[in-house]
C-alpha cells in the first residue's frame, strides 16, 4: 500500500523522496543485509520495487549505474538473482526483481544495461 501511494505520487511532490541519497541507502543497505541473511523477504521484495522506482528516471539510472561501487553493486545483485543464485528461491522476490527490471526498461540506458548484464536472462528461465 505504501509503494503504491508513493508510486502515484512519483511524478509529483512523491518524486523529491525518491531522488533523496537517504532512500537510495536504504534500498542499498537492506539488499546487502539481505545477501548477508540477515533480512526478511518482505523488506527485500519492498526494497527492490523501491529500487525500480528510484532508476525509473533515466538521468538517475545512470548516474547510479556508471558509479563504480553501484556498478558491482548491480552485478551481484544480478548474479543473485540468475539461476545459480539463492534469490531465486523465493516467488515474492522474483516478482519485485522483475518489477524492477520492468521499470529499467522504461528507458534506453535500463534495457542497454540488461542487455549488457544478460545474466538476468537465466533468471527469466527458473520461473
Known amino acids: 500500500m505504501l509503494l503504491t501511494n508513493v508510486c502515484v505520487s512519483f511524478l509529483g511532490e512523491g518524486a523529491q523522496y525518491l531522488a533523496s541519497p537517504e532512500c537510495e541507502m536504504w534500498v542499498k543497505t537492506v539488499l546487502v543485509c539481505w545477501w548477508e541473511g540477515k533480512i526478511e523477504s518482505t523488506v ?3 526494497a527492490l520495487r523501491l529500487l525500480g522506482l528510484i532508476l525509473r528516471d533515466e538521468t538517475r539510472f545512470k548516474s547510479f ?10 552485478e551481484r545483485l544480478a548474479a543473485i538473482m ?3 543464485g539463492d534469490g531465486t ?3 515474492s522476490i522474483k516478482c519485485a ?5 520492468k521499470n529499467f526498461a522504461q ?14 536472462l537465466g533468471f527469466c528461465f527458473v520461473f
Open 107 to 120: 528507458h534506453s540506458s535500463g534495457q542497454q544495461w540488461m542487455l549488457q548484464t544478460s545474466k538476468f
Open 44 to 46: 527485500v521484495c519492498f
Open 65 to 74: 549505474i556508471y558509479n563504480k561501487f553501484e556498478m558491482n553493486f548491480m
Open 82 to 84: 540468475g539461476p545459480s
Open 97 to 101: 526483481y522483475l518489477k524492477m527490471l
Open 89 to 91: 528461491k523465493n516467488f
